[in-house]
C-alpha cells in the first residue's frame, strides 16, 4: 500500500483565498521527498497535512490526506493524536522556539515514549542515546540533560532531529530545518538529517527553499509556486531536465555562482594585475570610503565586549565590496560604526580623504548625506502609517529641496531607478510586496544622492529570486550611479558573483580581504575555506565532499 | 538568588518609608490646629495648649514623624481624634475582619479563576470562549456596588435568605457569621474571579499559540498534557504576577464593599475616619494597606523569579 | 500583497461591526446626557412627591428618588457629573502621562530616571487608599478629585507610553530618521504619533471606565460630589436604604456605570482587535 497519498488537496484561508489548489503526491517507504517553492507557495502547509495539522486560519475544501489508506483530515483527535510522534513525526524549522524553555532536552526528546507507551524507559533512555550519536551530537549525559538555551544552535536542531527520529516514525516531515541557522552550521546539520534518516530508514517530506540543499537528501522534488504543483519527478529528472520556466530560474540562479566559481580559480591571477589597475592606484584621488582600523566595544569597564577589532578597508566608486560573516561575526557593527550610529573606540573613517566625525549627527550635512545605510527588514524601516511619496520626500525635504514640484520630480525618478511604477507614490508598506518594499527602502537611501550606499543584509529576508532581482538592481546603481557599496551579507553565494572586493570576518575579526576573485579562487585562511564550502552546489555528492571538509577544517581551526 | 531577594526587599522598605513620609506630610498640611478642631472653637487657650502638649504636637515636625514611625514599629499607632482610644485597640478587631473576608475572597476565586482562564484559553475561538469572554469583560467593567446592590435586592429583600447588613458580633455562632458574610465575600469573588480569569486566558492563551506548544501537539500529546506539562511550567511566573496583582486589588474592592454591607472591617474604618478627619487612624489604616499592597507586589516579584531561575540553575547541571 | 483595499475597506466602514455598534451606543449615551436639559424632564432638584422612592409609573418613569426627586431626570443630570468629571481627568491624565512618557523614551538619561521613580512611588499606593489620604486632608472638594484621579492615572499613562514610544525608537525607521539628524518635532509627531494614536486612544477608553469607576466609588463613600449635586456613585450612595424596600433607586445608576464601563471596554477590544487583522498583512 502507498504510504501517504494526497488526492486533489484543496485549502484556503478563512478569508476564503485559496493556499493549496488540487494538490496531489504520493509518498512510498524510502522515498525523500523534497517541497521546494517561495514562501507562500503553500508548501509548509502541504508538508503539516501529511501530520493531519492545519494551523489556525487554514481551512479544508476538498480532498484526502492518506496515510496507509486512513485519511487524517477525517480523523479523531484522539486517533490523530496516537499517531503523531509514534508513525508521523515532525522536525520543526526553528529548534529554538519549538523546544519548551523549561524542560531538560532529553525529557523532550523522549517524550513521544511516554504519552504512546511505546517503549521502556529504559529502551526509550537507549534509543535516545543511539540516535544522538548517529546525529553526531557530543556525548555525555550532562550534555543530553542540558535546557535549549544551554546549547547552539546547530546542536538544537540536532536535537529537533532526534526527536523526530525517535520513535523510528514511518514519515518524518521537516519542515525548512536548516534554514534558521548560520551557513556553516547548516552543511553539518544537513548532514546529520541525512545520516540520521538513511539510518532509520524513514520516509520524510523535505520543505526547503534552497534547492541545492534539498536534492543532497532527496530523492524526489515537487516545485511548487501559488499554492499549485509546478513540476515533479526524481532529483535526477529535475535536476538534468527541468520542465517547467519556474523550476529553470531556480536552478540557473545556483548554476549562475556555480559557473562564476569555476572560473574563479582560473581568473585568481588575474585578479590581481586587475587589482593592480584599479583606478584608486592610477589617480592620486583619495578612495571614495577609507576605513582605517576601526574598532567598536559594547559596554564599558570590564565588562566591555569587543564586537569589531581592527577593520580597514578602502572602497572607490564604482566599486562594490562585500562583508560576510555570520551571526556574531561584528559586520553589522562595522557598517552601524562606519554609517555613525554606533561610536567606534578607535579607528578613523575617511570620505573622499575627509575625515568623518565618529557621530552621525556632528558630521556636517554634506558629509551626512555622502554615507547612508540601507537595512535588512523593510518592515521595520518604513513607517508603515507613511505614503512612499511621504518617506522618500521627507528625505528631500530635509537635505534642502523646497520645490513641492522637484521633489515630485525627484521621487518619480528615484522610483524609477528602483524599478518601480510611478503611481507606487501612493502606496503604503502594507501595499506592497517584500521586494518592492526593499526597493522604497533603497530608494530612500539614494534620495540623499550618497557617495557610499551601505547595505545590512538587504536580501536575507527575501525568497531568492526576488533576492536576486534586488541585488541586480543595486549592481546597475553601482555602474549607473558610480556609488561606492559595501555590502553586509551572511550569505556567500548571494554576493560572491557581484562584488568587486570581499572582506571576511569572524568573531569581530577581520579573516581575509581582497579581490574576491582571489580570496574565494584562493582563500588562504581555513575559515574562507570552510564559509567557501558551505555554499551548497548543485550536483550530487556535494554533501559528502563538505561535511568531510568542514570536520578538517573545524579541526584546523580549533572550533 | 539571595542577593535579589535582598535587593527586593530593601527596595520594599525605601519605598514603604518614601509612603509614611508622603501620608504625614500630607496629614500635616491640614489646615488648622489639630488640637482646636478636637476640643471645638469654644474651648480655652489652656485646654487646647494643653492637648497639644499631650499629643505632643508642640514639638517640630521632623520630631514628630520620628515618634510617629518609632509608635508604628512598637505597635503604638497614636490614639483617635474622635474616640479618644487607642488607635492599636481599633484596628486589631477591624483588621482580622477584614483579613478573614480578603483570605477567603482569595482561596474561593484564585483556584476558581485558574480553571475558568486556562479553559477559555484552551478552547479559544470557541463558541464557549466567546460567550464566556463576553460574561468576564462585563463582569470586569462591573462596579462592586452593582454586583453588591443587586445581590441584596435578590438574595436579602426578595429571597429573605440572607441579611442585607452584616451584624458580626463577638458573641454570634458560626452560622450567623457565615450568613453575614456571605454577600460582601460573593461580591468580592464575582469582581476578583472575573478579572483574574480574563488575565489569565491572555497568559495561557498566548503561551498556547507558542511554537514548543504545536511541537507538542504533533508529538501526540493531548490537551490535558499539553496544559499540565508544556504550558503550565511557562505560565506559572506571570500567573503569579497577575495574582498578586488582583489579590492587590482586593484592597479597593474591599473599601466599597465593607461599606455597602456595614461589614466591621478595616477599610471601613479608614471610610469613616476619613469623613470625620480623624487623622491618626486615617494614616494607621493606609499605613496597613499600603505596606499589603506593596509587600504582595514584591512576594509575587521573587515567588516569579524563582520560577524563572532556569537561568542561573540550569548551566550547572 | 494587496494592492486596491479601497473597495473592501469603504464597505467594512458600513458593516455593522461590534466596533461600530458600541461607538453608535456610546454617542447615543453622550447625547442623551448632554441633551437632558432639553428633553421634556422633570426638573432633577424639584421634590415631586411627599413620599420617597416612589415605583416607577407614567409619571416618573423610573419613579423617585429618597427625597421623591424625579429619578430619571437626576439620573441624566449626575450623568453629566460623572461623565464630565472622569472626562476631564483622564484628558489630564493623558495630557501629562503622554508628554512625560513619550519624552522619557526619546530623551533618557537623568530625566526618564527621576520621572520613572516618581511614578514607581505612585503606583505603590493603592488608587483608593492615596484618595482617602488626599480627600482626609483636603475636604471633599470638586478640584481635589479631578487633580487626584489626573495624576494618579497618570503614572499608569506615564508607563503605556513610555513603553510605546521605546519600542518605537528601537525600530528601523526611527534610526534611520534619527541618522539623518531629524530633530524631536519631526520624530514625536512625524514619525511616532501615528503608531501611537490607536493604542493611546484603546488606553484613553480603558482609563475612562477606571475613572468613572474610581470616582463613582470615592462619591459612595461620600467623599466625592456632595449634595445636592450628584454624580451616579453618590446617587447609589443617596438611595441605598430603598434596597430594603425593594426599591430599585439605587440600581439604576449602579447599572447606568456599569453600561458605560463595558461599553468602553468593549470599544477597546474592538480597537485591538482591528489592529491586529490590519497590522497582520
Redesign the interface.
Known amino acids: 500500500m502507498t504510504l501517504l497519498r494526497i488526492q486533489n488537496l484543496n485549502l484556503s484561508a478563512d478569508s476564503g483565498k485559496p493556499i493549496l489548489r488540487d494538490v496531489s503526491l504520493t509518498l512510498e517507504h524510502g522515498q525523500i521527498l523534497a517541497l521546494i517553492g517561495a514562501s507562500g507557495s503553500g508548501k509548509t502547509t502541504l508538508a503539516l497535512t501529511a501530520l493531519g495539522h492545519m494551523r489556525p486560519g487554514v481551512r479544508h475544501v476538498s480532498g484526502q490526506v492518506l496515510f496507509q489508506g486512513q485519511d487524517l483530515l477525517r480523523m479523531s483527535r484522539r486517533a490523530l493524536a496516537r499517531l503523531r510522534g509514534r508513525k508521523l513525526a515532525y522536525i520543526a524549522q526553528s529548534a529554538a522556539v519549538s523546544f519548551n524553555p523549561r524542560i531538560r532536552l532529553d525529557r523532550q526528546v523522549t517524550e513521544s515514549s511516554r504519552i504512546h507507551h511505546t517503549m521502556s524507559p529504559d529502551a526509550a533512555h537507549a534509543r535516545a542515546r543511539e540516535v544522538y550519536r548517529t546525529l553526531d551530537l557530543p556525548t555525555g549525559e550532562a550534555f543530553y540533560n542540558r535546557f535549549p538555551h544551554e546549547v547552539s544552535g546547530g546542536q538544537l536542531q540536532r536535537f529537533m532531529i532526534a526527536m523526530g527520529l525517535h520513535e523510528m516514525p514511518e514519515i518524518l516531515v521537516c519542515d525548512e530545518p536548516t534554514s534558521a541557522l548560520d551557513a556553516t552550521t547548516q552543511v553539518e546539520v544537513l548532514k546529520a538529517l541525512d545520516t540520521g534518516i538513511r539510518a532509520s530508514g524513514t520516509a520524510a517530506i523535505l520543505v526547503g527553499h534552497d534547492i541545492a540543499q534539498v536534492v543532497q537528501v532527496a530523492t524526489h522534488i515537487l516545485v511548487m509556486r501559488n499554492g499549485e504543483v509546478v513540476e515533479r519527478g526524481t532529483v535526477e529528472q529535475i535536476l538534468h531536465h527541468p520542465q517547467h520556466p519556474y523550476t529553470q530560474r531556480l536552478l540557473e540562479m545556483h548554476r549562475g555562482f556555480d559557473a562564476g566559481s569555476g572560473t574563479m580559480a582560473d581568473t585568481a591571477a588575474a585578479a590581481t594585475t586587475a587589482a593592480a589597475v584599479s583606478p584608486s592606484d592610477r589617480t592620486d584621488r583619495p578612495p571614495l570610503l577609507e576605513v582605517r582600523d576601526l574598532a567598536v566595544c559594547y559596554g564599558t569597564g570590564g565588562f566591555a565586549v569587543k564586537a569589531l577589532s581592527g577593520a580597514s578597508l578602502t572602497l572607490n566608486g564604482g566599486e562594490m565590496m562585500a562583508v560576510v560573516g555570520e551571526s556574531g561575526s561584528g559586520k553589522s557593527t562595522m557598517a552601524r560604526a562606519i554609517a555613525g550610529l554606533v561610536q567606534p573606540s578607535q579607528g578613523d573613517v575617511l570620505v573622499n580623504g575627509r575625515l568623518m566625525e565618529r557621530d552621525v549627527l556632528k558630521r556636517p550635512l554634506p558629509m551626512r548625506r555622502a554615507v547612508q545605510i540601507t537595512f535588512q527588514s523593510a518592515d521595520t524601516s518604513l513607517n508603515r502609517h507613511h505614503t512612499v511619496g511621504r518617506i522618500l520626500g521627507q528625505v528631500l525635504t530635509f537635505f534642502g529641496e523646497r520645490s513641492k514640484e522637484r521633489r515630485a520630480e525627484r521621487i518619480r525618478e528615484l522610483l524609477e531607478q528602483v524599478h518601480l511604477p510611478a503611481d507606487y507614490v501612493d502606496r503604503k508598506p502594507s501595499q506592497m510586496s517584500g521586494g518592492e518594499k526593499q526597493r522604497v527602502n533603497l530608494a530612500r537611501s539614494l534620495a540623499a544622492r550618497p557617495d557610499v550606499l551601505i547595505c545590512d543584509e538587504i536580501t536575507s529576508a527575501l525568497d531568492n529570486i526576488v533576492a536576486a532581482s534586488v541585488l541586480d538592481l543595486i549592481n546597475e546603481l553601482k555602474r549607473e550611479l558610480n556609488i561606492g557599496i559595501l555590502f553586509i551579507s551572511h550569505d556567500l553565494s548571494a554576493v560572491a558573483a557581484m562584488s568587486d572586493k570581499i572582506m571576511v570576518l569572524r568573531n569581530g575579526e577581520v579573516v581575509e580581504q581582497g579581490p574576491t576573485a582571489q580570496v574565494l579562487g584562493a582563500p588562504r585562511h581555513p575559515y574562507t575555506r570552510l564559509l567557501r564550502s558551505s555554499v551548497a552546489e548543485m550536483r550530487l555528492g556535494w554533501l559528502e565532499e563538505a561535511s568531510a571538509l568542514h570536520r578538517s577544517l573545524r579541526d584546523e581551526l580549533g572550533a | 538568588m539571595i542577593r535579589f531577594i535582598v535587593k527586593r526587599l530593601a527596595a520594599g522598605f525605601v519605598l514603604l518609608l518614601v509612603i509614611s513620609l508622603l501620608i504625614f506630610v500630607g496629614c500635616e498640611m491640614l489646615p488648622g490646629d489639630v488640637a482646636q478642631i478636637m476640643l471645638g472653637q469654644s474651648a480655652s487657650p489652656e485646654n487646647v495648649a494643653a492637648l497639644r502638649a499631650e499629643l505632643g504636637l508642640d514639638q517640630p515636625a521632623p520630631v514628630r514623624y520620628l515618634a510617629w514611625l518609632w509608635g508604628i514599629f512598637q505597635g503604638d499607632w497614636g490614639v483617635s481624634m474622635t474616640s479618644r482610644q487607642p488607635v492599636s485597640v481599633m484596628l486589631s478587631e477591624r483588621l482580622s475582619n477584614t483579613l478573614t473576608l480578603a483570605g477567603l475572597t482569595t482561596l474561593v476565586s484564585v483556584p476558581l479563576a485558574l480553571l475558568i482562564g486556562m479553559v477559555l484559553a484552551v478552547h479559544k475561538g470557541t463558541r464557549l470562549d466567546r460567550v464566556g469572554t463576553i460574561v468576564i469583560v462585563g463582569l470586569c467593567a462591573t462596579p462592586e456596588f452593582l454586583v453588591a446592590t443587586l445581590g441584596v435586592l435578590v438574595f436579602s429583600i426578595h429571597l429573605r435568605w440572607l441579611p442585607a447588613i452584616s451584624y458580626v458580633t463577638p458573641g454570634s455562632g458560626v452560622l450567623t457569621l457565615i450568613k453575614s458574610m456571605l454577600l460582601p465575600l460573593a461580591t468580592m469573588t464575582i469582581i476578583v474571579t472575573a478579572q483574574l480569569a480574563r488575565m489569565t486566558r491572555a497568559v495561557v492563551g498566548n503561551i498556547l499559540t507558542q511554537p514548543y506548544v504545536e511541537t507538542a501537539r504533533l508529538k501526540g500529546a493531548g490537551s490535558v498534557r499539553v496544559i499540565t506539562v508544556h504550558a503550565l511550567r511557562n505560565a506559572i511566573g506571570p500567573l503569579i504576577n497577575i495574582i498578586a496583582m488582583n489579590v492587590a486589588y482586593l484592597i479597593s474592592g474591599v473599601v466599597i464593599v465593607e461599606t455597602i454591607f456595614a461589614f466591621p472591617g478595616l477599610a471601613r474604618l479608614m471610610a469613616d475616619s476619613v469623613q470625620a478627619r480623624d487623622l491618626p487612624v486615617v494614616q494607621a489604616c493606609a499605613m496597613i494597606f499600603s505596606a499589603a499592597y506593596i509587600g504582595l507586589i514584591m512576594v509575587a516579584d521573587i515567588v516569579a523569579k524563582l520560577f524563572d531561575s532556569r537561568k542561573e540553575s540550569g548551566a550547572s547541571s | ?3 486596491h ?1 479601497t473597495p473592501s475597506r469603504l464597505k467594512s466602514l458600513f458593516r455593522p461591526t461590534l466596533l461600530s455598534v458600541v461607538v453608535a451606543l456610546l454617542l447615543l449615551v453622550a447625547f442623551v446626557v448632554l441633551a437632558a436639559p432639553l428633553l421634556p424632564l422633570h426638573d432633577p432638584n424639584a421634590f415631586l412627591s411627599s413620599d420617597g422612592f416612589v415605583p416607577p409609573s407614567g409619571e416618573y418613569w423610573l419613579g423617585t428618588d429618597f427625597l421623591g426627586r424625579d429619578l430619571l431626570a437626576r439620573l441624566l443630570s449626575s450623568g453629566r457629573v460623572t461623565l464630565g468629571m472622569a472626562l476631564l481627568s483622564t484628558i489630564l491624565a493623558h495630557l501629562i502621562g503622554d508628554t512625560l512618557g513619550l519624552l522619557a523614551a526619546l530623551r533618557g538619561g537623568w530625566f526618564d530616571a527621576v520621572v520613572s521613580r516618581i511614578v ?2 505612585v503606583l ?6 492615596a484618595g ?6 483636603t ?1 471633599p472638594s470638586l478640584v481635589a478629585i479631578v487633580v487626584l484621579t489626573a495624576v494618579v492615572y497618570a503614572a499608569g499613562v506615564f508607563r503605556i507610553s513610555r513603553a510605546l514610544g521605546q519600542d518605537l525608537i528601537a ?3 526611527i ?8 530633530g524631536n518635532r ?1 520624530l514625536l509627531f ?2 511616532m504619533l ?2 501611537v494614536v490607536m493604542p493611546l486612544t484603546a488606553d484613553f477608553a480603558l482609563r475612562l ?1 477606571f475613572a468613572i ?1 474610581f470616582m ?2 470615592l462619591s ?4 466625592g460630589v456632595q449634595p445636592p449635586m450628584a454624580d451616579w ?1 453618590g446617587l ?1 450612595r443617596e438611595n ?1 436604604d430603598g ?4 426599591s ?1 433607586a ?2 439604576y445608576p ?2 447606568s ?2 453600561v458605560v ?2 461599553l ?3 470599544f477597546v ?1 474592538g480597537l485591538q482587535e482591528r489592529e491586529k487583522k ?1 497590522g497582520g ?1
Open positions: 500583497m494587496m494592492p483595499q514607581d512611588v505603590s499606593v493603592p488608587k483608593i487608599i482617602l489620604v488626599v480627600l482626609a486632608v475636604g525600530q528601523d525607521f534610526t534611520v530618521a534619527r541618522a539623518r539628524g531629524e519631526w512625524g514619525e501615528p503608531h471606565s469607576l463613582s466609588g459612595f463613600l461620600g467623599l456613585g447609589v441605598l434596597l430594603q424596600i425593594g430599585w439605587p440600581i449602579a447599572l456605570i456599569a464601563s463595558v468602553l471596554n468593549l477590544d490590519g498583512v
